[in-house]
Nanobody
Framework: QVQLVESGGGLVQTGGSLRLSCTASGRTFSTYNMGWFRQAPGKEREFVASISRSGGSTSTAESAKGRFTISRDNAKNTAYLQMNSLKLEDTAVYYC???????????WGQGTQVTVSS
């Protein structure tokens, strides 16, 4: 089992940047595919980005392409989401997740709030 802790959220103006971190407990971080999701008030949770175990393959939602970059450092047991050119509609709670199978996530963090203001 792995525990995930997100950090790096906060309040930022439109056009600004934030980097979210997701740190995992245990020694098996490199065996998990990692993903970032978000949920805005009144909306369903949606996929943002994912990265393979080695970091060699990534996927990004259309709404985030060109602005968000997912990465990972297996030596630090940490996944990242670099968010640039933030928009009001990026306001949400952001969650990281870990899983063994592609697109199937078994473990979730508690979430970190990102608020973009004008």
């Amino acid at each position: 089992q792995v525990q995930l802790v997100e950090s790096g959220g906060g309040l930022v103006q439109t056009g600004g940047s934030l980097r979210l971190s997701c740190t995992a407990s245990g020694r098996t971080f490199s065996t998990y595919n990692m993903g970032w999701f978000r949920q805005a008030p009144g909306k369903e949770r949606e996929f943002v980005a994912s990265i393979s175990r080695s970091g060699g393959s990534t996927s990004t939602a259309e709404s985030a392409k060109g602005r968000f970059t997912i990465s990972r450092d297996n030596a630090k047991n940490t996944a990242y989401l670099q968010m640039n050119s933030l928009k009001l509609e990026d306001t949400a709670v952001y969650y990281c997740a870990a899983g063994w199978l592609p697109k199937k996530y078994d473990y979730w963090g508690q979430g970190t709030q990102v608020t973009v203001s004008s």
